[in-house]
């Protein structure tokens, strides 16, 4: 579904922000991505991400522990990452792709700002 708001968007913006609005790992964009963006490299999409980042759209974290109130242990998004560590944090290619046994913890994460989730409504 595109929502009105992001019909400006390039779909390598919507990409990002249908991963973010799902708080999905990085690696999980590249589902959302339509060819040749999907079969590119990663180099490709950092300055679009830093711009939506920048836009105060999208918060990049890593996956940390939580427990729930039953004492299930899940994770979550971590706090933000400072926009200063970002260039080099997206340049690691290993951020972009999952691991062998799908480990999340310490995974970048994308989730939506308070604007970011304005947008998509």
Known sequence: M?????????SAERAFMINASEIDILPGVWGDLPEPLAS??????????????DKGWINVSRVIPWTAPDGTAGFQPGPPLPRV?????????PNWEYTADFEFMGALTLTLTEEGDRIQR
């Open 85 to 93: 560590s970002l260039p080099g944090l997206l340049a690691d290619e």
């Open 40 to 53: 590119g490299p990663a180099s490709e999409l950092v300055p679009t991400l830093l711009s939506l980042v």
């Open 2 to 10: 595109v929502y009105p708001a992001t019909e400006d968007l390039s």
